[in-house]
């Protein structure tokens, strides 16, 4: 099973990011996970580009 991350944890992976990895997103109202498969484009603390489990 893919790692469960959470934003703390990608701003500590800096460049250090690996695919795949499981996303926790933090919505109040409604609270996600999403599979990352790839990574396109990281910025560091700014930016993550990349393909996710189920996006065509």
Request: without cysteine; charged residues 25%; proline residues 7%.
């Given at each position: 099973m893919t790692p469960l991350l959470t934003i703390a944890d990608?701003?500590?992976?800096?460049r250090?990011?690996?695919a795949p990895f499981?996303?926790?997103l933090?919505?109040?109202t409604l609270?996600?996970?999403m599979e990352?498969?790839?990574i396109h484009r990281l910025l560091p603390g700014k930016r993550l580009t990349a393909k996710r489990a189920g996006a065509a």
């Amino acid at each position: 099973m893919t790692p469960l991350l959470t934003i703390a944890d990608l701003r500590r992976a800096g460049r250090d990011l690996a695919a795949p990895f499981r996303f926790a997103l933090e919505a109040v109202t409604l609270p996600q996970e999403m599979e990352i498969l790839e990574i396109h484009r990281l910025l560091p603390g700014k930016r993550l580009t990349a393909k996710r489990a189920g996006a065509a």
